[in-house]
């Protein structure tokens, strides 16, 4: 779980708010990112606290409850969603508007049941098959950069309507 992503989302900011306000290298964000808060350096805290405009204790206090919490990495727009993939996100949860994009995306995947009879009937080929078939669409496609990569990391996730407003993608290899 990318925590500090998480963290700085909820207060509206970004790593990269963090290097242009602090100095902290991005480097080092990035790899902060990827540990719990108890491995977090006093420097870090303070350089999160600064960016957010609040007291180091509060921040601490706030990323030992967010770790505690479990929460999702959140996504109202492409450009979330793509940092979400970029950092591996074992949950994103869609909101706002850009869950309408996203049901267009969820109607176009198989259902298990569905899945599983097409690959004990081919013995595993079509996975091999549909693979090839997409990677050749995509290079001859007239779709965006964005658009391609998002279709194409979408395909690791499956989709949880929660409510009106929220769908939940969580990856496929937590089914089994």
Same mark, same amino acid.
């Given at each position: 779980?990318?925590?500090?992503?998480?963290?700085?989302?909820?207060?509206?900011?970004?790593?990269?708010?963090?290097?242009? =306000?602090?100095?902290?290298? =991005?480097?080092?964000?990035?790899?902060?990112?990827?540990?719990?808060?108890?491995?977090?350096?006093?420097?870090?805290? =303070?350089?999160? %606290?600064?960016?957010?405009?609040?007291?180091?204790?509060?921040?601490?206090?706030?990323?030992? %409850?967010?770790?505690?919490?479990?929460?999702?990495?959140?996504? &109202?727009?492409?450009?979330?969603?793509?940092?979400?993939?970029?950092?591996?996100? $074992?949950?994103?949860?869609?909101? @706002?508007?850009?869950?309408?994009?996203?049901?267009?995306?969820?109607?176009?995947?198989?259902?298990?049941?569905?899945?599983?009879?097409?690959?004990? @009937?081919?013995? @595993?080929?079509?996975?091999?098959?549909?693979?090839?078939?997409?990677?050749? @669409?995509?290079?001859?496609?007239?779709?965006?950069?964005?658009?391609?990569?998002?279709?194409?990391?979408?395909?690791?996730?499956? &989709?949880? $309507?929660?409510?009106?407003?929220?769908?939940?993608?969580?990856?496929?290899?937590?089914?089994?």
């Amino acid at each position: 779980m990318s925590l500090l992503d998480i963290y700085l989302q909820k207060n509206e900011k970004k790593r990269y708010d963090v290097f242009k =306000q602090t100095g902290l290298s =991005q480097q080092m964000l990035s790899s902060v990112n990827k540990k719990s808060v108890s491995s977090y350096s006093v420097t870090t805290i =303070q350089a999160i %606290a600064k960016t957010v405009k609040k007291n180091a204790g509060t921040v601490l206090d706030e990323l030992l %409850a967010l770790e505690k919490e479990n929460a999702y990495f959140e996504v &109202f727009n492409a450009e979330d969603l793509l940092l979400a993939f970029n950092n591996k996100e $074992p949950h994103i949860l869609i909101k @706002g508007e850009y869950k309408k994009e996203m049901d267009e995306l969820a109607k176009s995947q198989l259902l298990d049941t569905e899945t599983l009879g097409l690959e004990l @009937g081919s013995a @595993g080929l079509v996975t091999v098959w549909a693979e090839l078939m997409i990677q050749l @669409g995509n290079r001859f496609s007239n779709k965006d950069h964005d658009k391609k990569r998002i279709e194409s990391q979408i395909r690791k996730y499956k &989709f949880k $309507p929660l409510n009106e407003k929220e769908i939940l993608l969580y990856l496929r290899l937590f089914d089994y």
